[in-house]
């Protein structure tokens, strides 16, 4: 349906005719918003190019991150670009590529002594050792 009120807005702007309905009245008969008829038109060929693309990045943003498992998101984006040819990748995708797959980085608690097993002061009422 938008792509019929598209053609005719083409058709009438080639055609430098006024129109006979308005885009507001056409969107109305047919039930569509404004806004779908103004927002950008995305073929699916570019669609699928772009699901394609995604794939193919996904599967490297894994292979960086299974190969080195303490690297986070910024040193992946750097990693994948450089792969890819300097082509960037977008950082929010890669940390959700990351988060999805569960391949966040957490390195492990450094182990602190919070008590001494052996004090210097012994008690008063006891011979120190």
């Known amino acids: 349906m938008i792509e019929l009120i598209r053609t005719e807005i083409n058709a009438h702007e080639q055609a430098l005719t006024p129109h006979r309905l308005s885009v507001a009245s056409m969107c109305r008969l047919l039930n569509v918003t404004r806004a779908a008829v103004y927002r950008p038109h995305h073929g ?49 995708q890669v940390r959700r590529v990351m ?18 097993s052996r004090p210097r002061l012994c008690c008063l009422s006891e011979p120190c050792r």
């Open 44 to 92: 699916q060929v570019a669609t699928q190019i772009a699901v394609a693309e995604s794939a193919d990045v996904r599967r490297e943003i894994m292979e960086v991150a299974t190969q080195m498992p303490c690297y986070g998101y910024r040193r992946i984006v750097e990693e994948v670009s450089r792969r890819r040819g300097g082509s960037r990748v977008n950082h929010k």
């Open 99 to 116: 988060h999805a797959e569960n391949l966040v980085c957490r390195r492990p608690k450094r182990f602190r002594v919070t008590s001494d």
